[in-house]
């Protein structure tokens, strides 16, 4: 990219990754494995950001697939050999908080930890991204009824912890 | 107030630790990623499904041994990295030319770009660093010899193999996504370039993604036009000859030539359970089942006397993740019986010439440059050091040529050696 282009991309990269790496943290739990996915989703845009905008797609919802799907590899890799997995990440990825309660944040960090990696990712973008079935579905890859099927077995598992049970079925008269 | 899973999820996120952001180290990854991925996509590297590479975390995890892993694998000799020998400089390579590029940012090069079929090394530099990509300058070096720098088109791309006796380089095309417009040749003879046209006088398009153009012979398998994603494209029949007709041949995914021996699968990016091998001049065709499950099939390539496919194992089923990082290479015979297996997480790119397979890998641990023996089978560590500045520069009869980082991976330096 010329010069120019750097400093537009340098400008979105700014822009775009604090949000790209709370995505990641709900993803993964891990402050700084959050951190190296949304570095890598940035780095993904810059390689494709001449063809993003000649195809006219969102920068930002590529680099949040970008994100997402360096996600999934990265479980996909991890679960070939290492486990157990997130329990370890999301145990060193907890950081003082604010005023939210540490025991209902670890709750639903503990939740989300149960849930598979499609699974999890379907709560986060539908949840916290506020993506809709399609949007998750074109991230996700896979189809519609796929994300509905994902989110309504996650809910279902994050209904079990006491806590969650008001949130989740807030969340269920929404699917 | 009834709080909802949305609140719980942005509350819980919030806690955001300081985060020391410089984008310029994402520019400058995405540079490397995109100078090596131009420079894979020149030579007779493997056919990639280019474009955005792996996923470059340090990341643990067997290829391939999880979901996505070969349904039936080939009883072959199975190798992985750790198996390899490191390479002893005089007993299994001799070195023959050493190019070196500090800040190669700010220097735009020289980079090796290739090894012709009789031993010229094919560099290429940008007089105006490598923001400048349209300006650059061609440099042949043949064995023993002083480098020869020559004014290139504009826009010139990487080089792309020889045909006949011309030296194809690709038109510089997008270079985010692998999509190449057109090629340049350069007829040696002549000392001249020309645009590559049909016998309408049009541009041959083509997409590297399918694979690369050509090595040595003057009948060439061709795309014509982008594949991008796959899963297949329409293979022509032409030469390099101006007026030559393009002849459709085949539908194919990956395809690989060497001479006239070609090598082309069934689906790019998706599973593939077919692989054919054909002479153009003989006319037989061999097809074989590689058995690599519902892995996503990357490339192929071809040596002397072997077929190479290349899958990723461990990518998943999203059609949009592409990636030139595999996690298996099988080797096969022309007739499609298997001869090895070599496994790893993040292998890649991957070079076929004619004796030898090269293969990187950013593997923490592993890192470097390996080369595979396809005549005795040997397995060696050319460097315990990779450079993400640079690309895949196939070899070519028994020279190799490998790179490994300087100046603090700002630069970096390439060795061209006979192998032994």
Sequence with gaps: MRRRDDQEFADFAVAARPRLRRTAYLLSGDWELAADLAQEALVRVYVAWPRLHRAGE????????????AWIDWTRKRS?????????????????????????????MGALRELGPRQRACVVLRYYDD???????RVLGCTEGTVKSQTAKALASLRRHLELRDLVAAAEGGL | MVETLSERLHAAADGTPEDHFDPATVIRAGR?????RRAALGGAALATLAVVGGVPLALAGGGGDGDGAPASPPPAERLTLDDASPAVEGRDYVVERTVRSADTEASGGPFVRGITPDGTTVLQRYPHGVERTQESEVGLAPPGGEVRWLAAPPGLGNYAGTAGADLVFEDGGDESDGSVAGFWLFEAQRGRWRAWTDDRGSLVMFDTSAGPVAAGSDQVLTTNGPTFQGPRTQLFRTSTAPGSALAPFATAGNVAQRGTTYAYTDTLARPNHEVTVGDLAAG?????????????QIGVGLAADAVVVTTNCAIGDDPNAMTDIVDHIDVFDLDGRPLASLTGDQLGPVATS??????????????GVYAYSFDDGRLLRLTDRESSYTGDAAGAGDRLVWERPVDGDHGVAFTVARMR
């Design chain 2, 32 to 36: 490397g990623r995109v100078l090596r």
């Design chain 1, 80 to 108: 070939n050999r290492e486990l157990p997995t997130s329990a370890e990440v999301l145990d060193r990825g907890q950081v003082e908080g604010p005023a939210e309660p540490l025991a209902v944040r670890d709750e639903l």
């Design chain 1, 131 to 137: 993506l809709g079935v399609a949007d998750t579905a």
């Design chain 1, 58 to 69: 969102g920068v930002h919802a590529y680099a949040r697939r970008c994100a997402v799907s």
């Design chain 2, 284 to 296: 037989r065709t061999v097809s074989f089942d590689p058995h690599t499950g519902d892995c996503r």
């Design chain 2, 354 to 367: 004619d004796r030898w397979l090269t293969v990187k890998t950013r593997e923490e641990g592993r890192a």
